[in-house]
């Protein structure tokens, strides 16, 4: 069974940054697609970023315009996700998630069969 732990949220100031941590048990190499989700109160999860098994990388570019970037690092199981120029509007919690088959898109959670248990982060004026 994979597990998945999130790390490295906090809070921060307008214009900082945070990296964010997903370690896997192990599956990260097994994952066909990885990617990271938020949801802040009150409002809809929505998709951030994703990441396939071959490297490609996709993003909401509606709202991350270049400011975040997935990786992922195969040999350590673990998936990051550098979110720089934060915003306010960026707070929420931040989940990561993967699944085996099947789209990989962060227009699709549906699709993630496996989810940590998120990180907050907080991003202040």
């Known amino acids: 069974q994979a597990q998945l732990v999130e790390s490295g949220g906090g809070s921060v100031q307008t214009g900082g940054s945070l990296r964010l941590s997903c370690a896997a048990s192990?599956?990260?190499?097994?994952?066909?697609?990885m990617g990271w989700f938020r949801q802040a109160p009150g409002k809809e999860r929505e998709g951030v970023a994703v990441i396939d098994r071959d490297g490609r990388t996709s993003y909401a570019d509606s709202f991350v315009k270049g400011r975040f970037t997935i990786s992922k690092d195969s040999a350590k199981s673990t998936l990051y996700l550098q979110m720089n120029s934060l915003k306010a509007e960026d707070s929420a919690m931040y989940y990561c998630?993967?699944?085996?088959?099947?789209?990989?898109?962060?227009?699709?959670?549906?699709?993630?069969?496996?989810w940590g248990q998120g990180t907050q982060v907080i991003v202040s004026s």
């Open positions: 998630a993967g699944h085996f088959r099947g789209l990989c898109s962060w227009a699709l959670a549906s699709a993630f069969g496996y």
């Open positions: 192990g599956y990260i190499t097994s994952f066909y697609c």
